[in-house]
């Protein structure tokens, strides 16, 4: 059984744009930094983007800073990532982490270091 849940992956266009979202049915994302992977075919799972657990403090990796945009809800416990700008190099499945923030620091986390949770993923294709 999967800890977090994934949502809001599909098929667009080039140019398009996703919102894609990581909940925690059954504890609270407040104690977690929470972090986008994705997966290409035929590649490694990537850090996307990170968000902190205690001051919401954001980082990117750089083929998707000034399009895609993390954010946290702590009211529905949700973190989302919009994405606009959309790549066929984009394709991939998205992933969802969350990591107890007092293992690493957000930089840590996306570049793949501990983890606690993940969710199933979510799949997003970008093709024209």
């Known amino acids: 059984q999967w800890q977090l849940v994934e949502s809001g992956g599909g098929s667009v266009q080039p140019g398009g744009s996703l919102r894609l979202s990581c909940t925690a049915p059954?504890?609270?994302?407040?104690?977690?930094?929470v972090g986008w992977f994705r997966q290409a075919p035929g590649k490694g799972r990537k850090g996307v983007s990170c968000i902190s657990a205690s001051d919401g403090s954001t980082t990117y990796v750089d083929f998707v800073k000034g399009r895609f945009t993390i954010s946290r809800d702590h009211d529905k416990n949700t973190v989302y990532l919009q994405m606009n700008s959309l790549k066929p190099e984009d394709t991939a499945e998205y992933y969802c982490?969350?990591?107890?923030?007092?293992?690493?620091?957000?930089?840590?986390?996306?570049?793949?270091?501990?983890?606690?949770?993940w969710g199933k993923g979510t799949l997003v294709t970008v093709s024209s």
């Open positions: 059954g504890f609270t994302l407040n104690d977690y930094h």
């Open positions: 982490a969350a990591t107890r923030h007092w293992v690493v620091n957000i930089h840590r986390m996306c570049q793949g270091y501990g983890q606690d949770y």
